[in-house]
């Protein structure tokens, strides 16, 4: 398994030029999924989403692997003021309990191996209080690409630069396993954040509960 922090160290310095835009029905969801409780991001990057929820008055704490990807967020406006974990959001430890833990942009297919992901999906279900949910957002890929190892692998070119790319994809059924074995189930399954009916294509957005 590759250093957790590789990744978001490769990319820091690009990445809100590659993923700037944030549809704003993103925040209006987990906002409304946290209520009056905590959220918790795993895979805080440059705070993309993490800095706006906190703009609409959520309390959020993150986990992030990465020291790059963490200067980034705290030189911007109201970054510095969001408590981070610099750690391996697999099995690093937060205090308290999160009415929602979420994590998004397919950040779980980072984890290469089955064994983490799994990982994962417990540590954020230990991190949940009472009616507390965990949100997953993931790509579907296309099957004309899928392999037995579940790995896809290639290179981004930004500017004139390549930057790598190697993911773990999770199909939802698989997710779902993953869940139920951290004492979670299934409540709600989007094609989008906007709550299109899913369809097995594209994208999901899944919401679980204990």
């Known amino acids: ?13 690009i990445y809100d030029e590659v993923h700037a835009l944030v549809d704003e ?23 993309l989403v993490a800095i706006p929820l906190a703009a609409r008055g959520v309390r959020v704490h993150g986990i ?9 967020m705290r030189a911007k406006p109201g970054g510095a003021d969001i408590p981070v974990t610099l750690g391996d959001f697999t099995d690093v430890v937060v205090d308290g309990e999160y009415a929602l833990v979420y994590i998004v942009s397919s950040t779980l297919y980072g984890l290469l191996t089955q064994a983490a992901q799994v990982a994962c ?5 230990a991190r949940l209080g009472p009616g507390g949910v965990f ?17 896809l692998t290639g290179q981004r070119v930004v500017g004139m630069r390549q930057y790598p ?7 939802p059924s698989e997710l779902d396993l993953m869940a139920q074995l951290a004492g979670l189930r299934l409540r709600e399954r ?17 919401i679980y509960e204990r």
């Open 1 to 13: 398994m590759p250093d957790p922090a590789s990744y978001g160290d490769t990319w820091a310095a």
């Open 25 to 47: 029905t993103v925040i209006d969801v987990l906002a409304s999924l946290a209520g009056t409780g905590r959220a918790l991001e795993l895979g805080t990057g440059t705070g």
């Open 64 to 72: 992030e692997a990465s020291q790059a990807m963490l200067d980034r």
């Open 121 to 125: 999906v417990r540590n954020a279900a």
């Open 135 to 151: 949100v997953v957002e993931g790509f579907i890929p296309d099957p004309a690409r899928c392999n037995a190892a579940q790995l």
């Open 165 to 171: 790319v190697e993911v773990r994809y999770v199909w």
């Open 190 to 206: 989007w094609r989008d954040w906007h709550r299109a009916a899913y369809t097995g294509t594209g994208g999901h957005v899944s």
